[in-house]
């Protein structure tokens, strides 16, 4: 089973500013990987996949980065509705598996 | 767009079997598609159950797959997980999730809101 690990657990920012997320794959998944967003209550809501591709109507202050076992999710200007926690999920082997989660919170 | 809703018991007792179904709206679940099911225990990290093709070919994670079954009804254009031996431990929000044409287009997208099914007596 592929080991999905992220980094920090838990990113203080101010509005405005600039977040960078990690996300570790245990081996290389290539660009085999999708990240999301969970706010409390909600189902998670897909942000990127391929490692780099936006889904459908999601802000371009959203990037993805990476390749092979190390990817980075990045928020150009944290918006107020961008508070929330973030996962990272890899599909380039079964089972399919989810990083523990990076909760982003208002500093 | 493509809607997905779950529905079934939100509470079942240890030893019992959980039965969820997610209807398929706006689309057919006979799409190129594959359709999975994820949970996500209080507090924990999401976990992908397995996923079923309209053709009823299924994939399911090793750690639960003694216990999973996946199935599909394309008459009534749903799709639904029966989990059995329940333990506290399967207490968990349960989402089905629609997932990509092949093996590496598996993004989840879009989701079922989620039901939370408690494992208690």
């Known amino acids: 089973e592929i080991v999905m690990t992220q980094s920090p657990g838990t990113l203080s920012v101010s509005p405005g500013e600039r977040a960078t997320l990690s996300c570790r794959a245990s081996?290389?998944?290539?660009?085999?990987l999708a990240w999301y967003q969970q706010k409390p209550g909600q189902a998670p809501r897909l942000l990127i996949y391929?490692?780099?591709t936006r889904a459908t109507g999601i802000p371009a202050r959203f990037s993805g980065s990476g390749s092979g076992t190390e990817f980075t999710l990045t928020i150009s200007s944290l918006q107020s509705e961008d508070f929330a926690v973030y996962y990272c999920?890899?599909?380039?082997?079964?089972?399919?598996?989810f990083g523990q989660g990076t909760k982003v919170e208002i500093k | 767009q493509v809607q997905l809703q779950e529905s079934g018991p939100g509470l079942v007792k240890p030893s019992g079997t959980l039965s969820l179904t997610c209807a398929v709206s706006?689309?057919?679940?006979?799409?190129?598609?594959?359709w999975g099911w994820v949970r996500q225990p209080p507090g924990k990290r999401l976990e992908w159950i397995g996923e079923i093709y309209h053709s009823g070919g299924t994939n399911y994670n090793p750690s639960l797959k003694s216990r999973v079954t996946i199935s599909v009804d394309k008459s009534k254009n749903e799709f639904s997980l029966k989990l059995t031996s329940l333990t506290a431990a399967d207490t968990a929000v349960y989402y089905c999730?629609?997932?990509?044409?092949?093996?590496?287009?598996?993004?989840?997208?879009?989701w079922g809101q989620g039901t939370l099914v408690t494992v208690s007596s």
């Open positions: 999730a629609r997932q990509g044409v092949s093996r590496y287009t598996a993004w989840f997208d879009p």
């Open positions: 706006g689309g057919s679940i006979s799409s190129n598609n594959w």
């Open positions: 391929g490692a780099s």
């Open positions: 999920q890899q599909y380039e082997n079964w089972p399919r598996t």
């Open positions: 081996q290389s998944i290539r660009s085999n």
